[in-house]
Structures are given as structure tokens and as C-alpha cells.
């Protein structure tokens, strides 16, 4: 493809943004274990530990995941289907109104007027500027959701019966699936949260706001793990010498994920006395649906890597694990990966227990998890993709590739010397997001010798942002340009020359959505609308 | 890496994969165990909500 059609710029300056913001939420992060250890009595700053909690959840969660997840997706379409980008100044005014979206939340975040936390629950309240600014990150957003599906829909027009690439595939799965999951927290911004900051009215009912921010709250997991999973899919067969195991099953698995990660949100609310157990029950056994598409993910992926150790010379039943090219960065994120989303699945599944969830409820245990899934399988993938695309983006070879392998190594280590500890502290007992435990019992100080290991890991992966950020910055900076690589996606073992049309398109999919949801979030949402209550009103006027 | 011919990569191609459900076996042993530590030897253990 001609290089001048690739949308190099709109992609590298999303990423960038991304990147910039990833390290300075990295520390962020690297403060808040070292508050709540106590170590530094200088640090312990009550007030201090909410802002960074705050910014820290929002940047990681919404800033560095979004921006990064539209440029791979903007680049990925134009390189997957082979055609320039539909409307650029779409996609340029989609970015700069998330830039203001950003800074507008940045204002409220630093100047102490945002200790909200990363989940939008009232009574806890920003000011205006949090809320507007989040809301124009997701707005901006929507023109990248529209630009993906354009694109699909023209190249499907364009090529009737032709199977859409697998990476162009998985892409609009993502943003249709961002769409869907959008809705719940734009609704509560817009008509409860937005109204509330600025003084327009007095109450608003938090269970209606929880309610929608449910809807919101674990699909979204599935719009950061999406690129991560096409990575696995995509490229990392490629790097490993050999083929994917299969397309079909691919697609599953995104469509999988598109259906079941949605109507699930209520195992967030478990605890909360404002949903009946019928519907908690319905959304839990949604929940463990969802391993299945992760288990699809993870038989495909490690089938795709025993292939290529074979072609490698690999035997036995695990000798072919040794014939894996363990230089090769994307192959060993994958590995990587692959090992934290073991663990962070298993942790998933007590959460997602109905009784088991109650044993770890508000814990330490809980940032533990969703930190494994996502600061590692998710993350860890997204520092791969970058050190492929790197190349492809900047057209010069990376600047080194053992510091990225160093990197990935030190991100693995650190995040599982980081989260061991947390989840322990949540089996003992300890609450999370709250600055200090000043009560000096034996109880408490039980817990001293995790947190210090928390710091510790905390230590390794600070290390290893910067060492991710450095390593791209020099390969940018760099005079040397080797030309710009092209980017390659794996091939499956058997060419999909046909497929039925639900795997190669949406509209049976988000009817079946449209109905599931209804059925899954009607009743307890409307529900707010008819009971009585007492001061508190549901939209809050 | 050895040279193969396209015969033997077809071959290898079209082989069912062990090696990957071997892994799997595994993983899930290890599931196993550790969830039925976590449900007696910790969540039952807790004994009934008083």
C-alpha cells in the first residue's frame, strides 16, 4: 500500500497522546502505593492520594485507552483494507474535540476540584468541567465509531461476498461494541451528573446512576481488551513464523464478545440493595459467558503459536514451547499476556461469583484483578503493537529492540510483584480506595509487608513506562530511515474464501443485542422511574 | 530453523494441536485446585454470616 495514503500522522498523534499520558498516569500510580504504604511520611497526603486516584483511573481508563484505540484502528483500516481513510477532517475534528474534552477534565483533576474516583457515582460530585470534558472524549470518539463503519460498509459494497478482513473485522466489532457501552455513562453524565455540578438541581437518585454507570462499566473492559485480542489474531502468528489457526473462530470470538460483554454490568453492583437477585443472578450467569470467547481467544492464539514452533523444528508435547522465537517482541508480549489473562481471568470468576464476590467486595483484591487484565494482558499487547507499528508509522527501525524485550520482561514482572500483594491484602481484609488506615492493630499492620512488595512493583513498572516511552521517542527521533515497513497480518491455515453472513456483518447481531439488552437493563432501570423514593428523584428535577 | 519441504509444512499445518491442549490441561488443572482452595480453604472457611 502507498505510504502517502496511510494515515500515519492522524495514528501517530493519537498514540502519542496515548503514550505522553500513559506515563504521567504511571506515576501517578507509582505515588498512590507508596501514600498508602505509609513509607515516606512526607508523601502521606490524604487529599493528595483521591486527586492521583482520580486522574490516575481516568487516564489510564479513558484518556490512554481511547486515544490509543482509535489511531490502531484508524491505521489498521487503512492497511487492512487497503484504502485511504474516509474523511480525514472527520477524524481530525474527533481528535481535537477529545483534546478539549481532555484538558477540560484536566483542570478539574488538578486543581483538586475532581477526588470523584474513576467511576461516575454520585453523591460524590466535580466540578462541571470533569463532566463536560468526559463527555467530549466520548463524543469525539463517535467519529471514529462512524468512520469504522463507513469504511467497513463501503468496502463490503465494493467487494459483495467478500469476507472483511479479519483485522477490519474485529475492529468495527470494537466500535460498535464502544457505541453500545457508551450509552449508560453518557446518559448519566448528561442528565444527572452534568445538571448536579452545576447546581441546576439538588438530588439525583444514585441508584439510577450506578444502574447506567453498570451498563457502562464492564463492556468497556472488552473495548480495551479488543486490540490486545486482535494483536494475538493478527500479528502475533506472523511473528511467530507461522499461520492462524483459524478466522472463523476469530470472528466468533469478537462476536462472542460483542454480545455477551455487554448485558453483565450488575456483578458490579452485587452489594447494592436497588436490584433484585433475579436480575444479579441473570447478569452473573452472563458473566461467565464471557470466558468462552476468552477461551476461544486463547485456544486459537497458543494453537497459532504450537503451528509456527513446529515449522520451527518443535516436538513433543511441550517441547515446542522451547522452538518459539523468544526475541521477537510481539511473540513474547503474546506469552506474556497470555499468563496474566490466565490469572486475571481466575480472579474474574471469584468476583463474578454471586456468593464468593460477597468474600472480596470492595477489597484490595479488586484493583488487584482488573489491574492484571489491564495493566497486564491489555497493556502489555498495546507496548507490542506499538513496537511493530513503531516502524511501520515512523519508518525507522526500532531503537532497540532487547531494551523493548527488557521492558516487556520488567512490565510482567512488576505487575504480577504488584498485584500478588493486592490480592492478598483483599483476602485479609483490606478496603480499597481510601488514602490511609490509621488504626494501629494488629490487623492492620499485618498487611505492612504486602504493601511494601506493592511498592516494589510499583518501582519495576515505573521503570518500565519510561523505559516503553523512551524506546519510542528515540526510534522517532532518530535521523536514520530505514523506510517505512509494511504492516503484515497473518494468514489463517485455510484461506476464508466464503463465510455465512453473520460472521461477515452486525445487523442480526445488535437486533439480538438490542432485544438482550432491553431484557437485561428495562425493568431495573424504569424501575426508578415508578418506585417511591424518598427526597431523592431519578433524573434529579 | 530446519529447511522443510511444503509437504512437511502442510503436514504440520494440518495436525491437530496437542501441544496447545496439553497447555490447556494444565491451565485449567491449576484453576481447579487453586478455586477449590479459594471456596474451602478460604470462603467457606469464613463460616456463616452471624
Known amino acids: 500500500m502507498n505510504n502517502n495514503a496511510k494515515p500515519v500522522g492522524l495514528a501517530l498523534t493519537h498514540m502519542w497522546v496515548a503514550f505522553a499520558v500513559f506515563l504521567l498516569a504511571a506515576v501517578l500510580g507509582f505515588y498512590q502505593v507508596l501514600e498508602r504504604a505509609e513509607l515516606i511520611p512526607a508523601l502521606t497526603w490524604d487529599e493528595g492520594y483521591y486527586l492521583s486516584v482520580t486522574a490516575h483511573g481516568v487516564i489510564m481508563a479513558f484518556v490512554f485507552t481511547t486515544f490509543f484505540i482509535v489511531g490502531f484502528g484508524y491505521y489498521t483500516a487503512a492497511t487492512s483494507l487497503e484504502r485511504s481513510l474516509w474523511n480525514p477532517p472527520l477524524a481530525w475534528a474527533g481528535f481535537w474535540t477529545m483534546m478539549l474534552g481532555v484538558l477540560l477534565a484536566v483542570y478539574a483533576l488538578f486543581t483538586g476540584q475532581a477526588t470523584v474516583l474513576y467511576t461516575f457515582y454520585p453523591p460524590m460530585t466535580a466540578h462541571w468541567t470533569f463532566y463536560v470534558g468526559a463527555a467530549l472524549l466520548v463524543v469525539g470518539s463517535i467519529a471514529w465509531i462512524v468512520i469504522m463503519i463507513v469504511m467497513t460498509w463501503q468496502w463490503k459494497k465494493d467487494n459483495p461476498g467478500q469476507p472483511v478482513p479479519l483485522p477490519m473485522f474485529g475492529t468495527t466489532t470494537n466500535a460498535i461494541l464502544w457505541l453500545w457501552t457508551l450509552i449508560g455513562v453518557a446518559v448519566e453524565v448528561v442528565f444527572q451528573l452534568i445538571p448536579l455540578s452545576l447546581g441546576w438541581v439538588d438530588t439525583v437518585d444514585v441508584g439510577l446512576a450506578r444502574t447506567l454507570f453498570a451498563w457502562t462499566l464492564h463492556p468497556i473492559v472488552y473495548f480495551w481488551l479488543i486490540p490486545a485480542y486482535l494483536a494475538l489474531y493478527m500479528f502475533v502468528p506472523k511473528a511467530a513464523g507461522g499461520r492462524l489457526f483459524s478466522d472463523e473462530m476469530a470472528r466468533v470470538a469478537f462476536i462472542m464478545l460483542l454480545i455477551f460483554g455487554l448485558p453483565i454490568g450488575f456483578h458490579h453492583l452485587y452489594m447494592d440493595p436497588f436490584q433484585a437477585a433475579g436480575w444479579k443472578l ?3 450467569f ?19 503459536l504450537e503451528l509456527a514452533a513446529r515449522l520451527r523444528g518443535g516436538k513433543g508435547l511441550f517441547g515446542w514451547l522451547k522452538a518459539l522465537p523468544w526475541n521477537n517482541s510481539m511473540v513474547l508480549a503474546a506469552v506474556l499476556a497470555l499468563l496474566l489473562l ?58 532497540s529492540e532487547r531494551m523493548a524485550r527488557t521492558q516487556l520482561w520488567l512490565w510482567f514482572i512488576g505487575i504480577l510483584v504488584l498485584t500478588l500483594p493486592w490480592h492478598a491484602l483483599g483476602l485479609m481484609g483490606q478496603p480499597r480506595r481510601i488514602a490511609s488506615i490509621p488504626y494501629d492493630t494488629p490487623l492492620v499492620q499485618a498487611w505492612d509487608p504486602y504493601e511494601y512488595g506493592m511498592v516494589l512493583g510499583g518501582v519495576i513498572m515505573t521503570i518500565a513506562a519510561a523505559l516503553f516511552v523512551w524506546n519510542l521517542f528515540m526510534t522517532h527521533r532518530r535521523g536514520a530511515a530505514a523506510g517505512h515497513r509494511e504492516v503484515e497480518y497473518a494468514q489463517p491455515v485455510h484461506p476464508v474464501l466464503k463465510l455465512p453472513g453473520p460472521l461477515n456483518g452486525f445487523a442480526l447481531w445488535n437486533w439480538i443485542l438490542a432485544v438482550y439488552m432491553i431484557v437485561d437493563f428495562g425493568a431495573p432501570l424504569l424501575q426508578f422511574f415508578f418506585i417511591e423514593t424518598f427526597d431523592a428523584t431519578s433524573w434529579g428535577w | 530453523m530446519q529447511q522443510l519441504s511444503e509437504e512437511e509444512q502442510q503436514k504440520i499445518l494440518e495436525s491437530p494441536p496437542k501441544g ?20 474451602f480453604g478460604r470462603f467457606l472457611a469464613h463460616g456463616p454470616v452471624n
Open chain 1, 282 to 284: 441473570l447478569h452473573g
Open chain 1, 342 to 399: 490466565t490469572a486475571g481471568g481466575f480472579g474474574g470468576m471469584i468476583n463474578a461469583s454471586y456468593a464468593m464476590n460477597a468474600m472480596v467486595h470492595n477489597t484490595a483484591w479488586v484493583p488487584g484483578h482488573f489491574h492484571l487484565i489491564f495493566g497486564g494482558t491489555t497493556v502489555i499487547m498495546y507496548f507490542a503493537i506499538a513496537y511493530y507499528l513503531w516502524p511501520s508509522l515512523t519508518g525507522k527501525t526500532l531503537y
Open chain 1, 286 to 304: 452472563g458473566t461467565f459467558m464471557v470466558a468462552i470467547p476468552t477461551l476461544i481467544t486463547g485456544f486459537t492464539v497458543i494453537a497459532s
Open chain 2, 20 to 39: 496447545t491442549l496439553a497447555v490447556i490441561l494444565v491451565y485449567a488443572a491449576i484453576f481447579i485446585v487453586t478455586w477449590l482452595f479459594l471456596y
